[in-house]
């Protein structure tokens, strides 16, 4: 009698085999690591930044940042923005993805970053996109990372307002993450 017949381990009343029992481990072992990639999220939010304010009890402007998906793979463009406020590093935003972050009331200069393939050259750029806003104190905001395909030029994005119901549109098929699970937009 061998070791998988002792185990009991029989499917249509036979035996499997130890090759056949290794192949179905890896499988579900496989199945089980990709189900968990799609669980991580690659926003992320700095709260060390002189920005953010962590005490909710204090004066704060709820501002969320919007990062839609993209009609075509964009290669470097895809990858993390960086949101940048006052120039200090602020978020990490990922594609499809958005995340709310609690802000000190006041005007602020919003910078985002990717890289981009700069066509004909062939080289990888940095480019970026700065605007003015100011956030009041108990007011909802909503920043959109909206994507300009330069084409040879590259890609970049540009920071833009939304109404709620702009942004409620804007989200429906992407994830919050961090604060955004808790407050999605969907429940305003």
């Known amino acids: 009698m061998n070791a998988v017949h002792c185990l009991g381990l029989r499917f249509g009343g036979q035996v499997l085999k130890q ?4 192949s179905l481990f ?6 089980t690591l990709l189900s968990g990639c799609s669980l991580l999220r690659v926003s992320q939010v700095d ?3 002189d920005l953010v304010q962590a005490e909710q009890s204090r004066p704060h402007a709820k501002v969320y940042f919007i990062r839609p998906k993209t009609e075509h793979v964009a290669g470097y463009a895809d990858n993390a923005l960086d949101v940048a406020l006052d120039g200090e ?3 990490k935003l990922g594609k499809a ?9 006041r005007d602020v200069t919003i910078t985002l970053r990717n890289r981009t393939q700069v066509r004909g050259r062939w080289e990888v750029a940095e480019m970026s996109q700065s605007r003015q806003f100011s956030f009041k104190a108990d ?3 909503f920043i959109q990372a909206r994507m300009f395909d330069g084409e040879f030029r590259g890609a970049r994005f540009i920071p833009e307002a939304l109404s709620l119901f702009d942004a409620r549109n804007a989200v429906r098929y992407l994830v919050p993450v961090g604060l955004a699970r808790q407050h999605p937009i969907s429940k305003l």
């Open 19 to 22: 090759s056949k029992l290794i």
């Open 26 to 31: 890896i499988l579900l072992l496989s199945a």
């Open 47 to 49: 709260h060390a930044h």
């Open 89 to 91: 590093d602020l978020i």
């Open 97 to 105: 993805e958005y995340i709310l972050v609690y802000l000190k009331p």
């Open 139 to 141: 007011e909802t905001y």
